[in-house]
């Protein structure tokens, strides 16, 4: 490795060495500022991706519930469906068999 010749260092004032200093000072915070805007970044690219997932998922969500509403208003095999499965009700004429429930 070579060496800077003292000569050259002599020639260097002290505001120039200064100067030479702030330079470099300068540049590191560049690069760290930098470094820490491309974490930002990649942080907020992370966020929107996410944030994507969800409204493709709520979309998806949504458009099942405009089905099931426009089911409900225009399906009446659907709605005796729901009525006879989920609340229990039957159709005049219909038999209704009741089984002794099992003991515990």
């Known amino acids: ?9 002599r020639r260097l004032s002290r505001g120039q060495v200064a100067l030479a200093g702030a ?6 915070l560049l690069i760290a500022w930098g470094v820490g805007g491309t974490l930002r970044i990649w942080a907020m690219r992370q966020e929107i991706s996410a ?3 969800d409204i493709a ?12 509403i426009d089911r409900l208003r ?3 095999a ?3 469906k729901l009525a ?3 609340h229990g009700l039957v159709r005049e004429g219909d038999t209704v068999l009741k089984f002794p429930s099992k003991p515990k």
Request: hydrophobic residues 45%; proline residues 5%; charged residues 30%.
């Open 57 to 68: 998922t709520l979309r998806a969500r949504a458009a099942a519930l405009t089905q099931t």
């Open 23 to 28: 330079g470099m000072l300068v540049i590191v």
């Open 1 to 9: 490795m070579s060496r800077v010749p003292r000569r050259i260092w």
């Open 78 to 80: 659907y709605l005796e």
């Open 74 to 76: 225009n399906d009446p």
């Open 51 to 53: 944030v994507e997932r």
């Open 84 to 86: 006879r499965e989920e």
